[in-house]
């Protein structure tokens, strides 16, 4: 089947008369009705009832025009769509993101991107900053958004979001406001922290955090997720340290308190590949506001 026959079938479908058909394309009635019998033959169907007096669509004919107007847009719009795709205006970026960045940075990136660049889909997973890192590398991912990665010379970083970390204690807890005043006051507790396995350098900050005020934390529990940890710290099953974000999820039975005496803060930053072949991938990297020092 040839493009040029089904736009010949659907002038005769419209017209209904193989001579005006003829007339509004600028070609010869027995050429157009060569060209539609020809059609007739490759579908093995027949796609008019010919009389003397009239031309009507058959079943399959109907079936027909009604699919072609359709097929023959999106061919003819395929083009625009292919320049797009090259250039970036129409494509998909893959994200993986720790859980703090949904509270923070990537809504409204994502609205801004969404504004800007309507043409462009994007896939969103939740992911620890370890598995994130390798399904970068792998092209499963176009940008991760994760802590503390590693150095790399084919990845370029940037610290999106900032903030202190807080003591998170059960709300029944002794310690309170007035009355803490260092983490060495809980060197006898037990700590939920994120395993070594979620990120190397996100573990290492935060054990220095508890090193630095004299002790190594004794493990309750280890879990890659933020929210999890607040329920196992309202349970009463350990304490732990998380970014100040998380208390915007945090239930009534927990309790925030600022360390003092540090100078560490949680970090995410915003990870992809030099040569990535996303053409896409600009317009969201365009959108990133690094932290400043």
């Known amino acids: 089947m040839e493009l040029r026959q089904l736009r010949y079938f659907l002038v005769v479908a419209e017209e209904l008369h193989f001579r005006r058909a003829a007339d509004r394309i600028y070609m010869a009635q027995p050429a157009l009705s060569r060209q539609i019998a020809m059609l007739e033959q490759k579908m093995g169907v027949q796609l008019f009832d010919r009389t003397r007096r009239s031309v009507s669509l058959t079943p399959a004919g109907e079936?027909?025009?009604?699919?072609?107007?359709?097929?023959?847009?999106?061919?003819?719009?395929?083009?625009?769509?292919?320049?797009?795709?090259?250039?970036?205006?129409?494509?998909?970026?893959?994200?993986?993101?720790?859980?703090?960045?949904?509270?923070?940075?990537?809504?409204?990136?994502?609205?801004?991107?969404?504004?800007?660049?309507?043409?462009?889909?994007?896939?969103?997973?939740?992911?620890?900053?370890?598995?994130?890192?390798?399904?970068?590398?792998?092209?499963?991912?176009?940008?991760?958004?994760?802590?503390?990665?590693?150095?790399h010379p084919q990845v370029t970083s940037m610290i999106v979001?900032?903030?202190?970390?807080?003591?998170?204690?059960?709300?029944?807890?002794?310690?309170?406001?007035?009355?803490?005043?260092?983490?060495?006051?809980?060197?006898?507790?037990?700590?939920?922290?994120?395993?070594?396995?979620?990120?190397?350098?996100?573990?290492?900050?935060m054990l220095a955090l508890c090193e630095e005020s004299g002790f190594t934390p004794a493990l309750a529990h280890e879990t890659t997720h933020g929210h999890t940890i607040l329920k196992l710290v309202?349970?009463?099953?350990?304490?732990?340290?998380?970014?100040?974000?998380?208390?915007?999820?945090?239930?009534?039975?927990?309790?925030?308190l600022k360390l003092p005496q540090t100078k560490r803060n949680a970090e995410l930053t915003a990870v992809w590949l030099q040569d990535s072949k996303n053409a896409s991938l600009k317009f969201i990297t365009e959108l990133l506001k690094p932290v400043l020092a």
Not at 165 to 189: C, G, I, M, T, Y
Not at 234 to 256: C, N, V, W
């Open 63 to 151: 079936m027909l025009q009604s699919q072609a107007a359709a097929l023959l847009q999106q061919f003819d719009e395929l083009p625009h769509k292919i320049r797009m795709a090259a250039s970036g205006f129409m494509g998909e970026i893959k994200i993986g993101y720790v859980g703090s960045a949904i509270q923070t940075v990537l809504p409204g990136l994502l609205s801004q991107l969404g504004r800007k660049h309507p043409g462009i889909q994007t896939y969103l997973s939740e992911l620890p900053s370890s598995v994130q890192w390798e399904q970068l590398h792998k092209n499963q991912l176009d940008i991760a958004f994760m802590r503390n990665p590693p150095a």
């Open 234 to 256: 309202e349970s009463g099953l350990g304490i732990s340290i998380l970014p100040l974000t998380f208390k915007k999820i945090a239930g009534d039975g927990i309790r925030f």
């Open 161 to 205: 979001w900032r903030e202190p970390f807080f003591l998170v204690l059960p709300k029944e807890h002794r310690l309170n406001a007035r009355n803490f005043h260092s983490l060495q006051q809980l060197s006898d507790e037990r700590f939920i922290l994120p395993p070594a396995a979620d990120g190397e350098g996100y573990y290492r900050h």
